[in-house]
Nanobody, 115 residues
Framework: EVQLVESGGGSVQTGGSLRLSCVAS???????MGWFRQAPGKEREWVARIDTIGLTYYEDSVEGRFTISKDNSKKTSYLQMSSLKHEDTATYYCAAGVGCAWDYWGQGTQVVVSS
């Protein structure tokens, strides 16, 4: 079983940047890694994913502003977030799974974007 621990959340002003990290307890090379978020009062939504060969996919509202990456040697996935908007405020969750079936989840890290 893989355990995931996120970090890097915090408070930032509109237009600012944050980088979230997700460290896995086991090897990540065989897993698709993803990021999800859940805003207060809303359902959890998918944000971005990176597959085992490095292909990346993004939800439309973050395309061009967020970048997902992973470093298998460090067992870490990253979500670089730029040009942050108030509507990006949410708890962000890291997920992993073979074939992008999200078998494993982190505990979440909170991001607050304010003007």
């Amino acid at each position: 079983e893989v355990q995931l621990v996120e970090s890097g959340g915090g408070s930032v002003q509109t237009g600012g940047s944050l980088r979230l990290s997700c460290v896995a307890s086991g090897s990540t090379w065989r897993y698709c890694m993803g990021w999800f978020r859940q805003a207060p009062g809303k359902e959890r939504e998918w944000v971005a994913r990176i597959d085992t060969i490095g292909l990346t996919y993004y939800e439309d509202s973050v395309e061009g502003r967020f970048t997902i990456s992973k470093d298998n040697s460090k067992k870490t996935s990253y979500l670089q977030m730029s040009s942050l908007k108030h509507e990006d405020t949410a708890t962000y969750y890291c997920a992993a799974g073979v074939g992008c079936a999200w078998d494993y989840w982190g505990q979440g890290t909170q991001v607050v974007v304010s003007s």
